[in-house]
């Protein structure tokens, strides 16, 4: 029997996948009110801005949300859960949510991925989302005291065991730990995935997205895209790739590095270009298909996607524009023992 593991990668021969585009930006369109927000949870802190916690009191603004995507061409529904792990939830006294919050989320993508793979017999999938939470594990918070933590890794994994099993429970596929500034806090998304999958006897791929916090391709801890390869590749991620922080164009240099040493699938989903000086995103659709469109014909990708400010238009432009558009082949790079602090480390044959 095919796993879903097997059936993503049967598909990602075929084609360049899709998956969907920003959440924030599109619930912000909805103007929603801090008691839309809040519902009838009573809960002592505004709510305003929680977007994971619609899930139980909107609801049918995120499945609005996933159904535009799926409408727009996408495979691959990401749950609307970026925030919602106990340490994020705390700033809205909504901790003791989380599961609800994550459970719900997934059960709702499930539900209508299901729907739209009903129609004409393509498979959907959902990937449960795990953000960064606001926290560091490779940097201390006070400048007087580099030692200091705020948070270890035992807690940080038991945080994110939380949410995982919550988003299994709930019908995830995959687990997309995504927008990763901190390697190590990735790698306790990472364990609590793994951890996840041997308590349940079954395969919990993985999915990874680093973000960059600057153009010579680092992230908050200091890796470059190649160290963070080597240092999380033990986990053998479904996909591994990048996403936020800049637009497509100027991550270019870091796909096609990421393209050439990684033998998985990768998957990007680029901001809709750089913010203006109010915050807002310019770009068309047409521009951001057109600069993803030369990394597929490049052969560099497998998934393409949006993050800020990226609409239904622009996965429906994305989509049209690498229709036919032969997958990245994986690569077989040759044996070595590779290693990883700040920069990649190759030992010779």
């Known amino acids: ?20 585009g920003a959440f924030g930006t599109e619930i912000q369109n909805w103007k929603l009110s801090e008691a839309d927000y809040a519902g009838s949870l009573g809960l002592s802190h505004d709510q305003k801005g929680n977007n994971d916690i619609l899930a139980l009191t909107k609801p049918e603004v995120p499945a609005a949300i996933h159904r535009a995507y799926f409408e727009a061409g996408a495979d691959i529904a990401e749950t609307n859960t970026f925030s919602a792990n106990s340490i994020s939830q705390a700033d809205y006294g909504a901790e003791h949510l989380v599961r609800e919050i994550n459970f719900e989320s997934a059960r709702m993508a499930r539900t209508i991925a299901d729907e739209f793979a009903d129609r004409d017999g393509r498979p959907r999938f959902v990937a449960g989302a795990i953000g960064p939470t606001n926290k560091t594990l490779s940097l201390s918070p006070d400048v007087n005291d580099p030692g200091y933590r705020e948070i270890d890794f035992d807690y940080l994994t038991g945080v994110y065991r939380e949410q995982t099993d919550a988003l299994l429970d709930g019908g995830a596929d995959f687990i997309l730990i995504e927008t990763v500034f901190d390697t190590l806090n990735a790698k306790a998304g990472i364990m609590a995935a793994l951890d996840a999958g ?49 637009g497509a164009e100027q991550l270019r240099p870091h796909v096609k590095t990421l393209s050439e040493i990684c033998d998985t699938l990768i998957m990007v989903y680029p901001n809709a270009g ?51 558009v032969p997958p990245r082949a994986i690569p077989r790079p040759p044996v070595r023992t590779r290693l990883a602090g700040l920069e990649p480390f190759t030992m010779a044959a």
């Open 198 to 246: 041997r308590d349940r006897g079954r395969d919990v791929p993985i999915m990874l997205s680093m973000t960059l916090t600057d153009l010579s391709g680092r992230n908050l801890s200091g890796h470059t895209v190649e160290a963070f390869w080597h240092a999380v590749r033990h986990a053998k991620p479904l996909t591994i790739g990048l996403n936020c922080s800049f």
């Open 274 to 324: 750089l913010p203006n000086e109010l915050g807002a995103y310019d770009e068309a659709p047409e521009t951001t298909a057109g600069l993803v469109h030369e990394w597929a014909g490049a052969g560099q990708v497998n998934v393409l996607g949006g993050c800020c400010g990226s609409t239904p238009d622009h996965i429906r432009a994305i989509a049209e524009r690498v229709r036919g």
């Open 1 to 20: 029997m095919m796993t879903t593991r097997d059936i993503f990668l049967a598909e990602a021969a075929k084609r360049i996948l899709i998956t969907d």
